[in-house]
């Protein structure tokens, strides 16, 4: 297997390197920070804080389109929300505005109620679901730090390739990790996102002709 001389007389192998990387890397209970010590998932550090993602429907009839979704604009200028997407019809014996709003997590609560209880609004239903999603990002958390640090240690086993063909296994190996580690990280910007702001779908504000 490839191998190169380290630092102090110790030796960096390939094939060592990429089966302690299996074995450390599958687990969601291990850490790079525990040095391959098994490690609860409830004694990581960064797990103090829940993740919580909260989305919603609520049906709304209104007599007056136009009115309301002037309210709604300025309920979000005022709880810092704002639209994901919106689309309008006219068919079936009525106008319908369907909003889909992304709201502050710890504005939410008030928003709903705020549209709930606005002049002219007939609520037809409401739905309001909310999701933990604290073991998974703890789970992608550690996944991602044994990444990073099986990474730095193809880096350095890179330096000491002795051939091409030792070369080319580690960069192949350094690549695979690289993009590992870009796809948690984006997983984890996007629960980040999701909870951050919780989102409620407006799908009936209709008018009847």
Do not use: W
Not at 31 to 42: T, W
Not at 89 to 114: C, H, K, M, Q, W
Not at 168 to 191: C, D, K, N, P
């Amino acid at each position: 297997s490839a191998c190169g001389s380290g630092e102090r007389g110790v030796s960096y192998d390939v094939a060592e390197v990429s089966a302690d990387y299996e074995i450390l890397g599958e687990p969601a209970t291990r850490s790079a920070a525990s040095n391959g010590q098994a490690l609860p998932v409830e004694e990581n550090p960064q797990g103090g804080t829940k993740k919580i993602i909260r989305d919603g429907k609520m049906g709304i009839r209104v007599t007056d389109l136009n009115a309301a979704r002037t309210q709604t604009d300025s309920l979000l200028a005022l709880h810092g929300g704002y639209y994901a997407r919106e689309n309008f019809s006219d068919e079936y014996g009525g106008a319908t505005l369907t909003l889909n709003i992304r709201i502050p997590e710890g504005r939410y609560s008030a928003f709903v109620a705020a549209v709930e209880t606005g002049a002219g609004n007939k609520v037809l239903y409401k739905e309001i679901s909310a999701r933990d999603v604290t073991e998974e990002y703890l789970d992608v958390e550690i996944r991602l730090a044994n990444k990073r640090s099986y990474l730095e240690r193809y880096r350095e086993l890179l330096k000491r390739a002795g051939s091409i063909k030792e070369i080319l296994e580690v960069e192949e190996q350094v690549r695979a990790l690289e993009e590992e580690i870009e796809s948690a990280e984006g997983r984890l910007r996007f629960l980040d996102d999701r909870v951050a702001y919780s989102s409620l779908e407006l799908p009936t504000a209709t008018q009847d002709k």
